[in-house]
Structure formats: C-alpha cells, structure tokens
C-alpha cells in the first residue's frame, strides 16, 4: 500500500539546506516584495490599518504608500527595511518572513512550544552525553584502583 502524503507534516524531518552562495543567488529583491504583497493581500486588515499598527509598534511614521512602494514590482527602489519586519510580521501576526529567510539560509525557525520542544531535545542530548562521559570515567578510575 503506497503511503500517503500529509501536505501539512511534508518538511517535518527535512533538513534545511542554505542557498549556495553563488554571485546573485541572494538577490531576494522580488522574492521579498512578493511574499510581503501576499501576506498583506492575505490580511483581514487593511494596508492603512497596517501601516497605523507599524507605526504604533516602532513609534515611526509608517504610511499605506509606504507599505505599497515596498510591495510594488515597479518601485525597485524601495527597498522594506529591516528595522520594520518585527512590527510588521507582529501587526500580521505572523512569521512567515522570518521562518523564509531563515530557510534560505539553511535554519529553521522555532517557535513558541516548537522552540520549547527543541530546547527540551537539546537538554536530553547533553544529558545522555554527559552520562556517557560519566560512564567512560568511572571505568577508567575503576581500572587504575
């Protein structure tokens, strides 16, 4: 019997792997005004009420115009800062660009429970770890008394 594909878990065990460096691989330009289009289209607010929560959260001036210029193919100019994507990504409610550019770069983004869970993982590895080595120096002082 073929096993069944779960759309949902698909990358559970895949490992990341980093964009070759390789001249021009990292221009993400399009890319990035792409996702950030779609996640605004995908919004239930509106790109004023966006704008108004960013400028809340970073205490700076953020306009709808200013949101379409970096979403806009034709405005290559306009470059999303950096400095925004918290706000952004909290006025969303979301984590999709994070989660994106850490997948270019080889990572996976943990969080809440996830990231609890993968610490947890990480504490039992040194744990074990640490008991093999206790193990290995026990024998070793039990061989020289």
Known sequence: MPRRVDPLTMDLFEVPVPVRPTPGALAIGPALRGLL?????????????????????TGD?????QLDSWTAESREGWRFPLEYLPAL?????????????ADLRGARLSVGRDAL????????????ELARQERELKKLLGEQQ
Do not use: C, N, Y
Request: no cysteine; charged share 35%; net charge positive.
């Open 61 to 65: 001036h953020i306009s709808k115009h």
């Open 117 to 128: 869970e993968a610490q947890l993982g990480k504490v039992s590895r040194k744990r074990d």
């Open 89 to 101: 990504e909290a006025a969303l409610e979301t984590h999709e660009i994070t989660a994106w550019i």
């Open 37 to 57: 289009s779609d996640l605004l289209k995908r919004s239930p607010m509106s790109r004023f009420e966006v704008a108004a929560r960013m400028s809340e959260l």
